[in-house]
């Protein structure tokens, strides 16, 4: 099985991944050192005058993440990765308005690859009447014209990337602007281990490496035909929430994800179903060789339990020292992962047609960007 697969021909693997995601995959080390680079350039002003008010950066009280799908992935990491850390609270926001305390004492980072998504730049326009610290990354749209006209900082990163596939992106920025508004030291190393160990990921789990050899090919065999639902706990409750997304946007399947402990208390009784509905799950449980004796306990309860429902039982471990590399070398296995099981799927990674659809739907009964672009007159209008 192993020696005929499609995964070990190239031909035909370029022939499916027409938009060639797998490039992306192996360039991520390239697209995180790119990104820390240019947020290291961006000067935070003392202060910014908007109409008749100031917006004064200083070092915030809490910090949101106002975002949509990939561009939102990066402040659930940011946010499980110092949650136990550091004091400042972090909140991702995945809806039109912000959360009800931000304040000037809050940190609102922008987050829109397109710089287009309706939901962030309707995030962003409350931003600015609460008068937040705000800080935007993105490629262009009106994010970026927007925090132009208004002197606003902001990280411009390169166009032209499946915003999934821009992931390094959205989320390294993150931690060094927090550097340079005193919200977080002391991460650097962390940072730069996360690289390496992206990109040892990237050459064990290459095109070129043989699925005999290959992790993420093999992986993607196992759950070929089948549902993923991804178990994670911590750190790695962000992490198992992108593995879900990239088998659904990557592999066209769908997919489902659950955090221990809580998932002990309501998940697992959903195995008692009959076999013929089980039948067409695969458990993939994310595991770390340092987790903790009551997480320990519990997974390999859950799989003494679970295993009698299902015999796909399948385990990714992290790799790394530091949290964050861990953190990352999951997720990066998992982008390669979704992208072998598309490829076995005969589906072309790239395209979200659905979401396109859906994008569409909405512009033609509101225009979203109409709206922002009016608010923001009034704003800055305001004598």
């Not at 992306?24 to 680079?37: G, M, N, R």
């Not at 749209?141 to 606003?152: A, R, V």
């Not at 990714?316 to 072998?340: C, E």
């Amino acid at each position: 099985m192993l020696e005929t697969t499609i995964l070990d021909r190239m031909d035909d693997m370029k022939k499916i991944d027409k938009s060639g995601m797998l490039t992306h995959c192996l360039k991520t080390a390239e697209y995180c050192q790119d990104v820390i680079s240019r947020a290291e350039k961006v000067e935070i002003p003392a202060k910014v005058r908007i109409a008749r008010n100031f917006v004064k950066y200083n070092k915030p009280r809490n910090i949101v993440v106002a975002g949509m799908g990939g561009s939102a992935i990066g402040g659930e990491i940011l946010r499980d990765w110092l949650r136990d850390e550091i004091l400042i609270p972090i909140e991702v926001c995945n809806d039109y308005a912000l959360p009800a305390y931000a304040n000037e004492h809050t940190l609102v980072f922008a987050v829109s690859y397109s710089g287009e998504t309706e939901e962030t730049l309707n995030a962003f326009v409350d931003t600015i009447r609460r008068k937040c610290m705000v800080i935007a990354i993105t490629s262009g749209g009106h994010l970026l014209s927007f925090c132009e006209k208004l002197q606003l900082p902001h990280v411009t990163i390169p166009t032209g990337l499946p915003p999934r596939a821009a992931l390094p992106y959205v989320f390294f920025p993150l931690p060094v602007l927090m550097e340079k508004m005193n919200a977080l030291v002391g991460k650097r190393s962390e940072i730069e281990e996360s690289v390496r160990v992206i990109t040892i990921v990237s050459e064990e789990n290459s095109p070129h490496i043989p699925a005999k050899n290959n992790f993420s090919k093999r992986l993607a065999m196992q759950l070929e035909g089948l549902v993923p639902v991804i178990y994670g706990f911590r750190q790695y409750g962000a992490i198992a929430h992108r593995l879900k997304t990239q088998f659904n946007e990557n592999s066209k399947v769908p997919s489902r994800h659950e955090v221990f402990p809580e998932l002990n208390h309501n998940e697992v009784v959903g195995w008692e179903a009959p076999e013929d509905l089980t039948k067409v799950f695969s458990v993939l449980l994310i595991r770390d060789h340092d987790e903790p004796d009551e997480i320990r306990n519990r997974i390999e309860a859950t799989k003494s339990t679970v295993v009698q429902k299902t015999g796909r039982i399948l385990e990714i471990y992290a790799k790394g020292k530091g949290k964050l590399a861990r953190m990352f070398s999951i997720l990066h296995l998992g982008d390669f992962t979704s992208v072998y099981l598309a490829i076995l799927r005969d589906v072309d990674p790239v395209p979200v047609k659905t979401i396109d659809e859906i994008k569409m739907a909405m512009k033609k009964k509101f225009n979203a960007i109409d709206k922002v672009n009016k608010e923001i007159q009034k704003i800055v209008s305001r004598d």
